[in-house]
């Protein structure tokens, strides 16, 4: 890795500060500029992070030449038109979950940074984590036979916060594109399998946005994928992996997992990967090593498996009912 590759960040709310910690874990890089559309948010950002430039619009960051790649920590529906933005000025990108709102939008990034020949992948992190390199090591020993059904969980009890993005319907809000996500993602990464058909119901809100949702994955031959994600109960958060041999359960937070149990008949099996700083080093490295190998996209979240998530978001969007009203 060469000394001190410079990320750009758009968006320095939350999930932004994780991933600036997060950068102080990986060897030969730092946080070199924030844009926010507040320049004091900015420049507080970026001074508590020590980056050496602040900008009061994203174009401006696009156009800096010193900056590496571009992380967009924004809210889901502001994805798209900032990575167009980034790639346009042939930025690379690392654009937090969902990447878009629906498959459509991120079909023409795909094709846009296919043509400018540069480097963009959904941050996907829980597939970079030591405990998935576990899962994927018994996955394919075949340790649990033949994997079979699936079944898994995102839930907590939400604030209805009049500002937050997670009920809010012009912000792409609810609880698919925001957590589901990452049961859609996981399953298809476990069975590597196109899906057959997809169930789905769920309750939408005042505020139009899914509340709760109860998803029916089959990908054929038996094999199931079933979630809940809602905004309404506490749920265990896990996700079990069941095989012909025995199974896998990852959690408890399978999406940011550091312990996962293996058990094959009465034997069980509890490993622990705690991470080495806050969880995103991971996919940071990875990401970093594909810009400097001058590849287009990861092999781990490729532009095919984000592609696939997000058209079942679609199916499953459509099935209960769910456009969003910019789309
Ligand atoms: N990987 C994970 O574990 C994880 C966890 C949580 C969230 N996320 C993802 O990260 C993304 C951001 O979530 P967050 O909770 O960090 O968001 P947030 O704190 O609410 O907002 C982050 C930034 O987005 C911009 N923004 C917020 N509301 C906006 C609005 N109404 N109009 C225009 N811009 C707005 C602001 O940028 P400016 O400063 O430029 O105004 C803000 O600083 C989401 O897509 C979410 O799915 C990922």
Known sequence: MTQNFRWGLIGPGNIATRFAESLNFVEGTSLYAVASRDIKRATKFGEKFGARQCYQNYQALCEDPHVDAIYIATPHRFHFEQAHTCLTAKKPVLCEKPFTVNAREHQILVDLATQNQVFMMEAMWTLFLPTYRQIHHWLK???????????????????????????????????????????????????????????????????????????????????????????????????????????????????????????????????????????FEYEIEHAIACIQEEKTESNIMSHEATQSNMKIMDSIRQQIGLRYCFE
């Open 141 to 279: 020993e075949e340790t649990i036979g033949d994997t079979k059904l699936l079944q898994s969980s995102f839930g907590f009890v939400a604030q209805r916060n009049p500002v937050g993005r997670l009920f809010n319907h012009e912000l792409a809000g609810g609880t698919l594109l925001d957590m589901g996500v990452y049961n859609v993602a996981i399953s298809q990464w476990l069975l590597k399998k196109p899906l057959k058909d997809v169930l789905a119901h769920a309750y939408i809100g005042a505020t139009g946005v899914d509340e709760t949702i109860s998803v029916s994955m089959n990908f054929g031959d038996g094999v199931f994928s079933q979630f809940f994600s809602s905004f309404h109960s506490q749920l265990p958060n896990n996700f079990i992996v069941n095989g012909s041999k025995g199974s896998i359960c990852i959690g408890k937070d399978f999406w940011g997992a550091e312990k996962v149990q293996l058990k094959i008949g009465n034997n069980i099996e509890t490993l622990s990967f705690p991470f080495r700083g806050r969880g």
